[in-house]
């Protein structure tokens, strides 16, 4: 029997139809919808008489457009719209969504591990690039167009090419003071924003294993902004751990498990390519520049400049080669976005909080990704520290990861972003995205400036 990689595993089961090397039939297990990119979709589907095929397998939410001081004071015409759009949609079509105020509601890429319907071996499909969040649990999980939206809406499936393999084991043991977000940051600062293009990156090695799910959730995230569409890593015990007693879960577990256990990559499996990384010296990450991919361990200075890219970013943030994150004139702290805003994420900023005060010179804010965890941040007081520190602690949706709803930095403001994307304009026009962990945004609240927090542990 030829050996295979989990992802040649789940891809095999799904295909209905199609050879490989050539576009395939996928069935989808989830479509998770929100209110941005459905709207169309869901006109199509009026436009062609068509129903939804699997209402039962889709989910929806409203997280982009949503204020979080207030989710019902909607002042925006376009985002009231969406919103509107998107209420009227699920209820007609018959999906279950989490809508204003429900007990659900959240980021999409939270909502569906939360709920306990991501479960391993499924794929998973979301109008959203960051739906790869979902590959942590050994799923295929990727990000949609519209147009495939309706696709899936209409058919329960979706033509696709499969991908090439890659492999990228992190070795060592992570120090003090270093996290998931930091591993992905230095992947993405060594190989580049395209080195994930056209394949399906499986995340593996001992430092994989000893994270949590939230954590690896953290890294299956952005792969998109190192270039992949598809990023997985193996089930284990963790895995099956955090899906059992969740609402959805499979209601014969142990079978399921069963099942799970055998979606693991052979260990002779043979892959296109594979990447490593040791991250038993790896320092805390921050971003300088435009792109995930300019990024450097604190402590290191900024490159010199290699090409226009370097320069135009340089120009854009307002800095120099030859600087350091030190440098960097703070005015804004965001901690959320579907990348870092789970409970382990402000447990883990709060630590760096408590007792202390956020820095005149900062506003800061913190966005819990979804309502069952700023519930559950609330059951354990840690609402009361950030608030007590001087931080906002807000309602759940993406805030301001993106600039599509109130939550956007000033202009030509510097913000310290536990989020994913830091392109100019991502989190308000001309504002500059500094990208690192929840711990180093929280530390860099209280002390108005970047700090190595490996010195406060």
């Keep these: 029997m030829t050996a295979k990689t989990i992802f040649d595993k789940l891809w095999e089961r799904h295909v209905v139809a199609g050879k490989e090397s050539e576009p395939q039939l996928l069935y989808i297990d989830l479509h998770v919808i929100h209110e941005v990119t459905s709207p169309q ?16 397998l889709t989910y929806g939410t409203l997280d982009h457009n949503v204020p979080t001081k207030d989710i019902f004071d909607i002042r925006d015409v376009i985002s009231k719209r969406q919103i509107d759009t998107f209420t009227e949609n699920v209820k007609e079509f018959g999906i279950d969504a989490e809508l204003h105020g429900s007990e659900g509601q959240g980021i999409v890429h939270m909502i569906a591990p939360e709920s306990g319907r991501t479960q ?14 979902n590959g942590a649990f050994g799923a295929i999980a990727f990000g949609i167009g519209t147009s495939e939206v309706e696709h899936v809406l209409a058919t329960q499936t979706l033509w696709q090419v499969k991908p090439k393999r890659m492999k990228v084991e992190f070795t060592g043991k992570a120090p003090k003071g270093v996290y998931s977000k930091d591993f992905i940051l230095s992947l993405i600062a060594k190989y580049g924003v395209d080195a994930g293009v056209g394949y399906a990156v499986e995340y593996t090695g001992e430092a994989i294993s000893e994270l949590t799910m939230e954590e690896r959730m953290t890294i299956c995230n952005m792969s998109i902004e190192f270039g992949a569409k598809i990023g997985l890593m193996n089930p284990d015990e963790k895995t099956y751990a955090y899906v059992k007693g969740r609402k959805y879960a499979p209601a014969h577990f142990d079978e399921a498990v069963k099942d799970w256990k055998t979606l693991v990559s052979d260990e002779d499996a043979i892959y296109d390519k594979v990447l490593t990384l040791d991250i038993s010296e790896l320092a805390p990450m921050v971003t300088w520049g ?6 450097v361990e604190f402590g290191v200075a900024f490159p010199e400049i290699r090409d226009i890219n370097d320069e135009r970013a340089y120009k854009y943030m307002d800095l120099q080669a030859g600087q350091t994150a030190e440098d960097i004139d703070l005015g804004y702290v965001f901690i959320g976005s579907c990348t870092n805003a789970r409970l382990g994420d402000l447990q883990e900023a709060a630590k760096f909080v408590v007792g202390k005060k956020v820095a005149d010179s900062i506003t800061a804010i913190v966005v819990p990704g979804s309502r069952p965890v700023k519930r559950a941040a609330e059951a354990l007081g840690l609402d009361k520290i950030f608030k007590e520190a001087g931080f906002e602690w807000r309602e759940p949706g993406c805030s301001a990861c993106l600039g599509m709803n109130p939550d956007q930095i000033p202009e030509y403001i510097h913000c310290a972003s536990t989020s994913n994307r830091n392109f100019e304009g991502r989190q308000g ?15 860099a609240a209280v002390s108005g400036k970047f700090v190595d927090v490996r010195e406060l542990i």
């Design 120 to 133: 391993p071996g499924k794929t998973v499909v979301c109008g959203d690039s960051h739906t790869a969040t």
């Design 290 to 295: 435009t792109n995930p991919g300019m990024g």
């Design 429 to 443: 026009h001309n504002a500059r995205t500094h990208l690192c962990s929840p711990a180093m945004a929280a530390a």
């Design 41 to 56: 979709a869901f006109q199509g589907l009026r436009d062609a008489g068509r129903k939804v095929r699997r209402p039962d």
